[in-house]
């Protein structure tokens, strides 16, 4: 069975500071491991995703996620925080059957000025 | 760039009516899906489909039914809108290469309000 888990509904960072927001994954054979941002009122829009190679994925908008196989995580970096980085977070993993997602809870992020 | 459009992005319905949602993805993909959002729950999966005519049942299809006549073209219908289907609906597509590992495009969102 494929799943994820987002164990922070909300996390506040400063501006400027670096932010992390955390994901873990259960999956049966190689993760697809995915992050998607939704900001107020919109839909999901894509950020990076590891399917393999480099454990380090750089993405949109200056975030990267680390890949960590012995820890079954897959977090959301970003070295220095913006305003408008606010919003709704989601982690997903591929699933094996015609690309379904599983998508974790979501975590609200919070950068204050 | 992909375009997933959605025919609205507010609704407000009375409960037991039929109500149609309807998403339109330019990018020729065979992949469909329709999600409901709901805070603290993520997105929950309803229905997808992977061909014209095609349909699966997602995590949660009870209430629902699709439709998808044409490609590029995917349809929720609520049968008897009843107030607990009250959520953000999402629509996505994706094209069928190596199973779960192509970005799904997702669409504006439908806010749906059932009175």
């Known amino acids: 069975a494929q799943s994820v888990a987002q164990p922070e509904d909300q996390v506040n960072v400063a501006e400027g500071n670096p932010l992390t927001v955390k994901c873990t994954y259960s999956v049966s054979g190689n993760p697809y491991l995915f992050w998607y941002v939704q900001y107020p009122n919109r839909g999901l829009q894509f950020l990076l995703k590891?399917?393999?190679?480099?454990?380090l994925v750089k993405g949109s908008y200056g975030f990267e996620a680390e890949f960590n196989k012995s820890q079954t995580s897959f977090h959301l970096k970003k070295p220095s925080a913006l305003v408008s980085d606010s919003a709704l977070y989601f982690c997903?993993?591929?699933?094996?059957?015609?690309?379904?997602?599983?998508f974790g809870s979501g975590t609200k992020l919070n950068v204050k000025p | 760039d992909v375009k997933v459009t959605q025919s609205s992005r507010y609704l407000v319905k009375r409960t037991g009516e039929k109500v149609f949602l309807e998403c339109v993805q330019d990018?020729?993909?065979?992949?469909m899906f329709w999600y409901r959002q709901d805070p603290g729950l993520g997105l929950r999966l309803i229905y997808f489909s992977y061909d014209v005519k095609m349909k699966e049942k997602g995590d949660i299809p009870e209430g629902y039914s699709v439709s998808r006549e044409k490609k590029e073209r995917f349809s929720l219908i609520l049968e008897s809108a009843s107030t607990n289907q009250t959520s953000m609906y999402l629509c996505?597509?994706?094209?069928?290469?190596?199973?779960?590992?192509?970005?799904?495009?997702f669409g504006p969102g439908t806010r749906l309000t059932v009175l």
């Open positions: 590891y399917i393999t190679g480099d454990n």
């Open positions: 997903a993993v591929g699933g094996l059957n015609f690309n379904k997602f599983y």
């Open positions: 990018m020729d993909h065979e992949n």
């Open positions: 996505a597509s994706s094209s069928p290469s190596a199973p779960g590992t192509d970005t799904q495009y």
